[in-house]
């Protein structure tokens, strides 16, 4: 998995190293931590609660005792914040308010393996059926692949069971200046698949053809 990464990769050795180590470069935005058990992951999110710091433990897999740490920077923040502003205030406008409760990057655990993760925004129904995921997630980086970030996709509905029913990925390319929003659900009614498929895909770009998207069609949004 490291490899595919190109977030930087390290070792876990100690808890005070870890943190010295997510500090030490203030332009990435991802780090990738190999060899964290799982008793090494409850000491990092005890320490990050007691220093109250913001970087995000964005997924842990706890068979291969990988930690994957977002680390909020501007340049990561500007990149899902206005769209999650921008669904929020959609929500408002149709009258749904009420009815949706934001999440923010909320810790959530697979029970089945122990995995966790954080989203960068999430969201769904306050009333709604079943386990309380969201059902919206945003998901970005520039530190990350854009593969990475669809194997975040993938964890995010198989751990919720299919719970979540749209997930967003926003990827920043630094060398081209384009940004990449890819649209993910699992197909609703009839079909037995749980394969998720992208429904839509819009490209921002900062050199003379900017904003040119490229949209694919896809199903109806429900979230």
Known sequence: ??????????????????FEEIYSDDARDALVVQNVSQQDYIDIDNERELRRRKFRLKRYYSERQILIVTIPTEAHELLYAPLSGHIHAAV???GLGSQWT??????????????????????GPRNRQGPRWPTLIIESGYSQTL????????????ASNYQVKIVLLVKLDPSSEEIIMETWQVAQGETTSTEPSCSQVITVSGGPNADTPDTREGLEATI
Not at 150 to 156: L, Q, S
Request: no cysteine.
């Open 1 to 18: 998995m490291a490899s595919e990464e190109s977030a930087i990769t390290i070792q876990f050795t100690t808890v005070s190293k870890l």
């Open 92 to 94: 408002i406008q149709m």
């Open 102 to 123: 934001a999440m923010g990057s909320t810790t959530w655990r697979d029970h089945r393996n122990g995995d966790e993760g954080e989203g960068d925004s999430s969201g």
């Open 147 to 158: 593969e990475s970030l669809r194997r975040d996709m993938k964890w995010w509905f198989s």
